[in-house]
């Protein structure tokens, strides 16, 4: 794995940069990101382009011998730029123009905003395009962060109608598929059909689904049109990405990683809460475009934030695992954020790998001994997992606007499986049903909310080869319109199962499962087994008892229930598998075991 570091020369000292360098390499540093924020330093006024100072950084870098990436700058547009062309800024949902004096301030569908985009990203070409020392592009800097992929300004609302009319081809279509005669919502015509804005009472689903993915698809097209514009100017060895922060949503990431094969992310464990969420977002990442998909980590913690709600200290020893966790889970480069903090702006207490004095804090010489310790056990083999997650951005939009209960997502549902495969040391890799599901022994599906005839294809096609698929709650239940099925549930598979799912239920009681004595969570399905065998039941004293909460027909299962702990019975009966203790990752690399214990900060081998 590839180590690297973000620097920000725009910010800093000159006659600091060469010293700068020159530690980077003597500390084992391969790589350097600079410029995804320096639009207002390259260009100050119009067409007053000044790169005099971006030539000497990069020729300081890859004179000590470094690898550059450089960053498009569209992520903060200068001052002048928004007050020439104030249609660039996005539109709040009250209809409010977002104000300069941040950043993802700008709307993505904005015309004038592609175009300045390409404007600048052809200038920085035009300059850099063919330098040696420039390994990899990075496109725009975390699209969707801040809540900014969607938009509500007469662009986007006029972009919106026609990407409904391509999708549907008449409104008829749309009005039937999305049942707008409930509340008399039906539709005129596309033009008709305005963004959501706040209401007395919630959207309509269909129209809120059909806002989230228009906003996802503004968005990858932006980052593909400056992707387009790179790829043609730069070298086939030469990478191409933009970096997502793994708790967003509001962007399909593996859209993202498709467009030229590299996903890469931010990783802010101390804003994820977990090391299993941290994990979760690497697998996630890992496998965006496809189980062949190289991925990098652009942004690594590496000290103490500045945005988390309480930003704690980080402790001896974890930098190393942070890094670890990285490479174990099949990441090909890391850099940690950032050489130096600022002295200036919103990120004061926002740490780096260097005091604001210039000395170097205590991540910096763990930093060192884990890229020798890396170097030492040299390449590490590709991750094999044995279990396939299933996921979706479409599943999570569903989810999260009909979560049936306040402060349940489907980020959570999918976690709780999630953390029960990695307790039982089981590798997992998380895909969409695009994959060939075939090559993996399990698929596990809680939260599998949306149906398609493609998706149930790929799970028959998996059951037919031997691979067994398990159900969670909450699968199965709407169409790709976010529209209730008006199938037999779990839609499109009841059959094949032999059972259905009567009913979804948020528990207020505790209701556990037997024989495995542990609780089943919050979202319970209720099931009917019909010719399907019952492998484990509810009880607690509810209407539930006796009532089947896992059952199971030729290698298809549905399991009811949506906690971690019966997530980890369930799987260990059917893998054989034996929990380890909580908080520890296990990965098999060659002959090699090694071992993550979060808790107390270890990696063995």
Partial sequence: MRIGVCHYPEALPRDGWGND??????????????????????EPARDSFEFDWFDEAIEVFSTAGLGLILGTPTAAPPLWLSLERPSILLTHPDGRRAQHGSRRHVCMTSEAYRSEAARVVGALLDRYAGHPAVVAWQVDNEPGNHDSARCWCDECQTAFSVWLERRFGTIDALNQAWGTGFWSQTYPDFESVALPVPTLAPHHPSLLMAHRKFASDQSVDFIAAQTRLIRARVGAGVEITTNLYAEDLAVDARAVAALDGLASMDSYPHGTGSPMTTAFHLDLTASAAGPTTRAWVMEQQAGPVNWTEINPQVPDGQVRVWTWQAALHGFDALLYFRWKPARHGQELYHSGLHRHDGSPTAAFDEIAATIEELRRIGPLPAPRPRVALLHSYKDAWAIDINPHRKGLSHRS???EAYRAARRLGLEVAIVDSTTDLSRYEFVLAPGLQVTTPERILAITGALEAGTRVVLGARSLVVDRENAWSDQTLPAGLHHRLGARVVDHLSQTDPVTIDPYGVPAGVWTDVLEAGEAAVL???SGGTFLDG??????NAGLFYAGFASEEAWTALLADLTGATAGPPDTEVFERGARRFVIDHRRLTVTW
């Fill in 21 to 42: 360098a020159r530690s980077m390499k003597a500390l084992g540093l391969d790589l350097v990101r600079i410029g995804e924020f320096a639009w207002s330093t390259f």
């Fill in 413 to 415: 549902i999918q976690l």
């Fill in 536 to 538: 484990a039941t509810y």
């Fill in 547 to 552: 009532r089947p909460a896992v059952v199971e």
